[in-house]
């Protein structure tokens, strides 16, 4: 219990120096003023951006503008509707996969409506999260066609 307690109070006094570290998710001028650093260090070639092909620079762009389109005279995140948060965060999230090279843990995030309900729910999921339930989904509908169609080549129980 005195652990708990402890670990608790280490924890609430750790956040604000997190917190310092990171700008507001939020603020649309923020993330703004990023993007702006972003492109400008990307049109110059230089550090991170140096070695970048052209079309991948191009896919960084759009994905840039598309971020400044939605953002535009908006002063919180949260005065957007729900598609278009989830475009601006999408957007970002490419575009810090394109700038870390790390496209395998690019957050994706879309609104899906459960198995009976009319109410859709944000769900997000990696790249990598997403291939994989694609191949898994993928190759159960192969099995369950070859089972099917009689060209089980002895896998189906029939």
């Known amino acids: ?31 703004l003023a990023q993007q702006a650093q972003i492109r400008s260090e990307a049109l110059a070639g230089k550090g991170r951006y140096k070695d970048m092909a052209e079309a991948q620079r191009m896919v960084l762009f759009n994905h840039q503008d598309t971020i400044t389109r939605l953002l535009q005279g908006v002063d919180n995140t949260s005065d957007l509707s729900e598609n278009d948060k989830l475009a601006v965060f999408n957007a970002i999230e490419a575009v810090k996969a394109i700038v ?5 843990e690019r957050m994706v995030c879309v609104r899906e409506k459960p198995l009976g309900s009319n109410r859709p729910e944000r769900v997000c999921k990696t790249v990598a999260q997403r291939r994989e339930e694609k191949l898994k989904a993928d190759g159960a509908v192969r099995s369950t066609v070859t ?3 009689g060209f089980n080549g002895g896998f189906c129980n029939n």
């Open 100 to 104: 870390t090279k790390a496209e395998d």
């Open 1 to 31: 219990m005195r652990t708990a307690v402890l670990l608790a109070v280490l924890l609430l006094a750790s956040l604000p120096a997190f917190a310092t570290d990171q700008k507001p998710a939020g603020d649309a001028q923020a993330i």
């Open 147 to 149: 089972c099917q169609d």
